[in-house]
Nanobody, 121 residues
Framework: QVQLAESGGGLVQAGGSLRLSCTAS????????MAWYRQAPGKQRELVAAITSGGSTNIADSVKGRFTISRDNAKKMVYLQMNSLKPEDTAVYYC???????????????WGQGTQVTVSS
């Protein structure tokens, strides 16, 4: 069983910063891509940022220049540094990871429970 646990969400004023963290635990052999998604009320879940095990990143245009994704492979953690936050960044942020539970197993995709980020104007 693999669990992803997010932390770091909260309420912040526009222009402020937050850092989200996500820790993967359980039966894990290796983790490939890790990512952050978000879902605002009434909207579809969207990709915010992704990072490969080698450190290559993909950042959504809506947050490029403001958000940074990073990871610590040894700690099985991924981070999202969010700067210059805007009210439209308000959403539940979800951690996502592609995990192998053993060296020969197929990759499986896992989601965290989500953490609320609210940006006030």
């Amino acid at each position: 069983q693999v669990q992803l646990a997010e932390s770091g969400g909260g309420l912040v004023q526009a222009g402020g910063s937050l850092r989200l963290s996500c820790t993967a635990s359980g039966r894990i052999s290796s983790i490939n891509a890790m990512a952050w998604y978000r879902q605002a009320p009434g909207k579809q879940r969207e990709l915010v940022a992704a990072i490969t095990s080698g450190g290559s990143t993909n950042i959504a245009d809506s947050v490029k220049g403001r958000f940074t994704i990073s990871r610590d492979n040894a700690k099985k953690m991924v981070y999202l540094q969010m700067n210059s936050l805007k009210p439209e960044d308000t959403a539940v942020y979800y951690c996502n990871a592609d995990v192998r539970v053993s060296p020969l197993s197929a990759l499986r995709n896992y989601w965290g429970q989500g953490t609320q980020v609210t940006v006030s104007s």
